[in-house]
Nanobody, 122 residues
Framework: QVQLVESGGGLVQAGGSLRLSCVASGRTFRTYAMGWFRQAPGKEREFVAAINWSGSSTVYVDSVKGRFTISRDNAKNTMYLQMNSLKPEDTAVYYC???????????????WGQGTQVTVSS
C-alpha cells in the first residue's frame, strides 16, 4: 500500500513563504518521480512542479518559476516544495503525487496524497 502524506500548509500573507512536505511509504521512493499539483476552488487541478528520481531534473509551471523550488531527500523518503513570494492566486489545496517519470499531466501519476490547504491573504 503506497501512502503519500502532505504537511506544511497554512495561512500566510502575500509575500510570505511556506514549505510543504510529502512523506512517502510503501514503495521504493528513490526510484520514482514526484510531483505537486494544486486545485483552487471552482477550478481544475493543475500541475505545479515535478522532480525526477535523483533530483537532477525539475519542471515548473510558468506561474511559479522563480518563486517555488521542488526538492527531495531520498534518505528520508520526503519531497519538498519551498514556496516564496506567495500570491493570493496561489491559494489552493496542494497535492503530492508519485509516478514513473517527470510529467505535467495527472494521468501520468498513479498515487496521490490527501492534500494540504494553502491560503494566501492579500
Amino acid at each position: 500500500q503506497v501512502q503519500l502524506v502532505e504537511s506544511g500548509g497554512g495561512l500566510v500573507q502575500a509575500g510570505g513563504s511556506l514549505r510543504l512536505s510529502c512523506v512517502a511509504s510503501g514503495r521504493t521512493f528513490r526510484t520514482y518521480a514526484m510531483g505537486w499539483f494544486r486545485q483552487a476552488p471552482g477550478k481544475e487541478r493543475e500541475f505545479v512542479a515535478a522532480i525526477n528520481w535523483s533530483g537532477s531534473s525539475t519542471v515548473y509551471v510558468d506561474s511559479v518559476k522563480g518563486r517555488f523550488t521542488i526538492s527531495r531527500d531520498n534518505a528520508k523518503n520526503t519531497m519538498y516544495l519551498q514556496m516564496n513570494s506567495l500570491k493570493p492566486e496561489d491559494t489552493a489545496v496542494y497535492y503530492c503525487t508519485s509516478g514513473a517519470t517527470v510529467a505535467g499531466r495527472q494521468y501520468e501519476y498513479d498515487y496521490w496524497g490527501q492534500g494540504t490547504q494553502v491560503t494566501v491573504s492579500s
